[in-house]
């Protein structure tokens, strides 16, 4: 994982603002805030993301998402914990 954030912050918002409720892209873009310290924008995000229907408990990301290295799920998990995401 390369850590730009703030290049997957950009293209996650434009996926988004393309499709208002695409929930992949919604996770992505709250993840991202919350990994640059944006925690505002990534709550306000989770009650968007929430009236889409799209709100996975963390621990069940796994069963959800296809990473294929876990280092990768446990970082977006823990961006997602940041965020507020329900365990």
Not at 11 to 28: H, I, M, S, Y
Request: glycine share 6%.
């Amino acid at each position: 994982c390369a850590d730009r954030y703030d290049q997957s912050a950009a293209w996650a918002a434009k996926a988004v603002k393309e499709q208002p409720d695409f929930v992949a892209g919604l996770r992505l873009l709250i993840a991202s805030n919350a990994a640059l310290g944006r925690m505002d924008e990534a709550t306000k995000l989770i009650a968007r993301l929430r009236e889409a229907d799209g709100v996975v408990p963390v621990s069940e990301l796994g069963t959800h998402l296809p990473f294929r290295e876990s280092k990768y799920l446990a970082k977006y998990a823990e961006t997602l914990r940041r965020a507020g995401f329900p365990e």
